[in-house]
């Protein structure tokens, strides 16, 4: 009898710039690694040299929110279609920093751009694909902020004021709300170590791995 076909699964990390999931992003890799998991480590927008490309754009030009979500998208298709369904088809595991829910967070509460025409948008570049599990890391936007200011100068979305990210931390609750079966919100107010906690017991708790 032949073996079942590999599921991979496709896991994304959330949460307003300062939130600190990029600082995770590694140690969840390896943890899925030392599970015995092929792991593909990515992010949006990027991914692939057309959709890093995308993202220089994106984050340092000049641009409308209309022109901004078109190259949010445009990037998001190059990546799933190169890099992310390849990936999930072997069976490996996709570990991607952001993904549509920014989209819908930034662009969408964040600029208040039409959440409507977002919604048309990821029905046509998406084909329905969602990640199975979505890592929210969650704090107030002052906390996020002061995170920031230590750590880098700002691109075009982190120079925004806190009714901005306030905006955006309420679009990710809208989102988390609409999709309860694959949001977990971590209070990232916490230091790394108890953040990592709230990950890893995340992470156990889908017996998945
Ligand atoms: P981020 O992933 O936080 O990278 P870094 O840690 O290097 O700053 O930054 C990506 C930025 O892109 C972030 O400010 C949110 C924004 N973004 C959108 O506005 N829409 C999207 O759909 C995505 C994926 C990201």
């Known amino acids: 009898m032949s073996k079942p076909a590999p599921v991979g699964r496709f896991v994304t990390l959330e949460g307003i710039d300062g939130a600190g999931k990029s600082s995770h992003l590694e140690a969840l890799a390896a943890w899925l690694r030392g599970h015995g998991h092929e792991v593909v480590l990515t992010r949006e927008p990027g991914g692939t040299a057309l959709a890093e490309a ?14 901004e979500a078109l190259l949010v998208f445009a990037a998001r298709r190059d990546h799933l279609r190169a890099l992310i369904e390849p990936a999930l088809a072997r069976g490996a595991t996709v570990l991607c920093d952001r993904y549509a829910d920014a989209t819908f967070a930034y662009q969408g509460a964040g600029r208040g751009f039409d959440r409507e025409r977002l919604a048309v948008l990821e029905r046509w570049v998406q084909q329905g694909r969602e990640p199975d599990l979505t890592l929210w890391f969650d704090v107030d936007a002052a906390t996020a902020a002061a995170r920031r200011a230590a750590v880098r100068a700002p691109d075009r979305f982190e120079g925004e004021d806190l009714a901005f990210f306030e905006r955006v931390r309420a679009g990710y609750a809208e989102r988390a709300g609409a999709a309860a079966a694959r949001f977990v919100r971590l209070d990232a107010s916490h230091p790394p170590a108890a953040v990592w906690q709230q990950i890893e017991a995340a992470m156990s708790a889908r017996g998945w791995w």
């Open 54 to 67: 995308l993202r220089e754009l994106v984050l340092h030009q000049p641009m409308d929110a209309l022109t």
